[in-house]
């Protein structure tokens, strides 16, 4: 038997039945979108998308000339396909590691085939196409004029290949579409082989959206077609290629800015520090607050002596008081007070019965080696002047 507060299904569907519909509608077009998404939507220079910025217009056209278009994402598959029949498109040639670089250049070396490396900078030239530079973009001029002598570009006229520029020591390149004397766009001939490399300095005769500007369409099947089978490299960041097997170091493992940032830090603390130090300049003379009496100073120095051990500096400068009081009372300038070769025989002509040597040693000599020889230094100083002046 039910009460009559009792809630039945009905209530229950009629309370919650707006929600519901707010959820199944969500799902509904979450699932829409993932599928319309998941068969339309690639990444850019993709032959498989439509997009503006994808290249699926330029592998249909090649398609029509029965040039047959495989698409990878590994390094491992673009070096098994790589043959004298065709040719290795490489879209982002700078997402690949310096070790990946290396094996891809080895593969394609002695191929046979062609290697197109799209827009690579620094990191890629070095490794993919050796003995050539990158510089970066200077200039908003897209659209150049072939100014070679390569089949191709002179067939396609004027394209939109300005971006990266390409310098070469080779003799035997063709520097083509060049910018500010540098080439947009170069052929590099294999060493050994029919295979060769070219760079292009920008992707956009190979975009959805450009295709059909300028000369771009011609020279993008010339560069392409040449070979029947084309294999579009697109590098991936999961990759398991891409992580180096290689023991590395601790500074290996640092970022590459580190040196820099770390002598940037030491600039910024020395910099701190000496402008919260003491500022340089000459002593300026302070009244104190209360008199302090001279033997209180040279008792309090004495102690510090003492508490340091410093017979060294305590004999100096008693030795250094004595030569200054006795120099004036045997006619020695005050200049010349602590020169040995003017104050030391001056007191030996004072003094006919003391030794010059004995002279030496009292008033230039060794510190002494404990208290009481201090003590015994300082009585013989006294003596000394004691008997000078009685002289």
């Not at 699932?31 to 690639?42: D, K, M, N």
């Not at 982002?92 to 080895?106: G, M, Y």
């Not at 007070?337 to 030496?360: F, G, K, N, V, Y």
Request: charged share 20%; proline share 6%.
């Amino acid at each position: 038997m039910t009460t009559s507060s009792a809630l039945t299904a009905r209530h229950i569907w009629t309370r919650h039945r707006g929600i519901a519909l707010a959820v199944v509608l969500l799902l509904a077009g979450a699932v829409a979108i993932a599928v319309i998404r998941s068969q339309t939507q690639h990444g850019d220079l993709d032959p498989r998308s439509a997009d503006p910025s994808g290249s699926r217009a330029v592998a249909e056209l090649l398609a029509d000339r029965g040039v047959t278009t495989r698409v990878v994402t590994t390094l491992d598959a673009a070096r098994e396909a790589v043959g004298p029949d065709t040719t290795l498109l490489v879209a982002v040639p700078d997402l690949l590691t310096h070790h990946q670089q290396t094996r891809l250049a080895k593969a394609t070396a002695s191929s046979g085939g062609r290697t197109v490396l799209v827009a690579p900078g620094d990191w890629s030239v070095g490794r993919l196409a050796p003995g050539v530079t990158a510089s970066p973009v200077t200039t908003l001029e897209t659209t150049l004029d072939p100014d070679c002598t390569l089949p191709e570009a002179r067939r396609a006229g004027s394209a939109e290949t300005g971006g990266i520029r390409y310098r070469t020591t080779a003799d035997d390149a063709d520097a083509c579409y060049p910018s500010e004397r540098r080439a947009t766009l170069l052929r590099l001939p294999a060493t050994s082989g029919t295979g060769d490399t070219v760079l292009l300095g920008a992707p956009d005769i190979l975009l959805n959206n450009r295709l059909d500007k300028q000369g771009n369409a011609s020279l993008a099947l010339q560069l392409l077609g040449s070979r029947p089978h084309l294999v579009w490299y697109l590098p991936s960041l999961a990759d398991s290629s891409a992580a180096d097997t290689g023991r590395k170091s601790l500074f290996d493992l640092l970022p590459s800015g580190w040196l820099w940032g770390t002598l940037q830090l030491f600039v910024a603390a020395f910099l701190a520090a000496f402008c919260r130090g003491r500022r340089f300049g000459p002593l300026v003379p302070e009244r104190l607050p209360v008199v302090i009496r001279a033997s209180e100073t040279t008792e309090g120095r004495a102690r510090l002596y003492r508490k340091a051990d410093a017979r060294d500096r305590a004999s100096a400068a008693l030795r250094s008081t004595a030569r200054t009081r006795l120099a004036p009372l045997v006619g020695v300038p005050a200049a010349q007070a602590h020169t040995p070769e003017a104050l030391l025989p001056a007191m030996s002509a004072r003094l006919p019965d003391s030794a010059e040597q004995a002279l030496h040693s009292l008033l230039f000599g060794a510190p002494p080696r404990d208290d009481a020889a201090l003590i015994a230094l300082t009585d013989r100083l006294d003596a000394l002047e004691r008997e000078v002046r009685r002289s």
